[in-house]
């Protein structure tokens, strides 16, 4: 005999929906908006320390490829483990890292903290990993939804961390600031929790033992051109982002603007990717993806291009921000379908891991490189010349990109 479900029933299923997908997002908008903004924290690290600005940046740039590094790592560990092991673990590794930070006093004391230890933590409480987690317990007609309200959730945080950091570093100082920041970090531990609880009708989480079965993919696909240039694509991507993320926050104050002001902008620029990432998936699915990669790689020369030529004011400034977080995260709706047109479904999650990786490494250049461009030469626009160059190189091999829908096969 079958048992109709109550309208009692069907409102207790949406609750459960909206809540573990609030839980879901405040994981990934908490990890996302710390890791985003460990830039406006550049200045206080270095007087705390007494390391100086290059070797900061250095080990920004580090905390960058470790954060690459390890999400495949987290990856495995969730398939042979489950995804509540790694999200715990994720949430006493930032923990433990906010915590530790304030007390380092050499380079070799802050790589561990700030460039091995705090990115393990955002990278276990990757996106991945939290909508593994998230995936099975929803409806396959709640998925693509709550997909979405949880990619939004690192603009968010990136927009409330921003002028929360700025304001704490300025009122309590370093100490102050991760003290306040390992608060929110610890909370993820029980929000974890309650998310991989066990829910009534998911989808039991499957446990993997052949990850051996990596490395033959990755040389199955490396030698697809269209995949070769999916990875420096987004290897410039990387490299554009992690300007952003460590260095432009200095830069703006540097043009003689308030701590306030620039914390303000990467607020407006979290807003703006928010915004992006939606318009980009609504252009995926009118046009073809590589023209819509293509299109916003080559609009980030323009945009570089205009912000040093034209004299910083608040208008550039803003507008600069603006026109960033649009193309900001943008490229990941038509970088990850490509991936899935090229090579299916299934091989989606590795396949792009090792996109992101690209990512990263393109990011640890950028975020060290910025740090010694503006030591040696007392600004950034030269690694802003290198970003618009391989920018003008990303566009080109992008739009030559064999779309999946035109029938074409990797070669």
């Keep these: 005999m079958t048992i109709s479900k109550t309208p009692r029933d069907t409102d207790e299923k949406k609750t459960s929906i909206v809540l573990l997908t609030l839980a879901a997002s405040l994981i990934y908008g908490v990890s996302s908006g710390i890791r985003a903004n460990y830039g406006i924290l550049l200045g206080p690290i270095s007087r705390a320390s007494g390391v100086n600005y290059a070797s900061v940046s250095f080990v920004l740039a580090a905390a960058q490829l470790s954060f690459g590094v390890m999400q495949p790592v987290f990856g495995v560990l969730a398939m042979k483990k489950s995804s509540a092991f790694v999200l715990r673990w994720g949430s006493l590794l930032m923990f433990a890292g906010l915590l530790w930070l304030p007390f380092c006093k050499s380079f070799w004391t802050l790589l561990i903290a700030l460039g091995l230890l705090l990115p393990a933590g955002t990278a276990a409480l990757a996106f991945g990993i939290v909508m593994s987690a998230l995936a099975p317990k929803l409806p396959r007609s709640s998925s693509s939804a709550a997909s979405g309200i949880v990619t939004a959730s690192a603009g968010v945080g990136s927009t409330v961390f921003a002028p929360a950091m700025q304001a704490l570093a300025a009122a309590a100082g370093l100490f102050g600031t991760m003290i306040f920041l390992s608060i929110p ?23 993997h033992d052949e990850p051996s079965k990596l490395a033959p993919l ?8 269209d995949y070769i240039f999916l990875l420096a694509g987004f290897f410039t991507c990387g490299f554009h982002m992690a300007i952003i993320e460590t260095h432009f926050y200095t830069q703006i104050i540097a043009c003689d603007f308030p701590e306030r002001i620039a914390a303000l902008a990467l607020s407006v620029y979290g807003i703006a990717a928010i915004a992006g990432a939606v318009i980009s998936g609504g252009l995926c699915g009118r046009f073809a993806m590589k023209t819509v990669l293509a299109g916003l790689y080559a609009s980030r020369v323009i945009i570089v291009l205009a912000f040093l030529l034209l004299p910083k004011t608040l208008v550039t400034v803003f507008g600069f921000a603006v026109l960033l977080g649009l193309t900001g995260s943008a490229t ?24 992101f990786f690209s990512h990263q490494i393109g990011s640890f250049l950028s975020a060290w490189l910025g740090g010694v461009c503006r030591i040696a030469t007392g600004g950034y626009t030269l690694i802003w010349l290198a970003d618009a160059l391989l920018s003008v190189l990303a566009a080109a091999v992008s739009f030559n990109i064999q779309d999946g829908r035109e029938g074409t096969s990797p070669s």
């Design 185 to 207: 970090a610890l909370l993820l531990f029980p929000v974890s929790l309650y998310l991989c609880h066990p829910v009534s009708g998911a989808v039991p989480e499957e446990k």
């Design 218 to 225: 990755v040389r199955e696909a490396v030698r697809s051109r």
């Design 332 to 355: 990941v709706p038509p970088t990850s379908g490509l991936t899935e047109r090229l090579f299916g479904a299934v091989k989606l999650g590795t396949l792009f891991g090792v996109v």
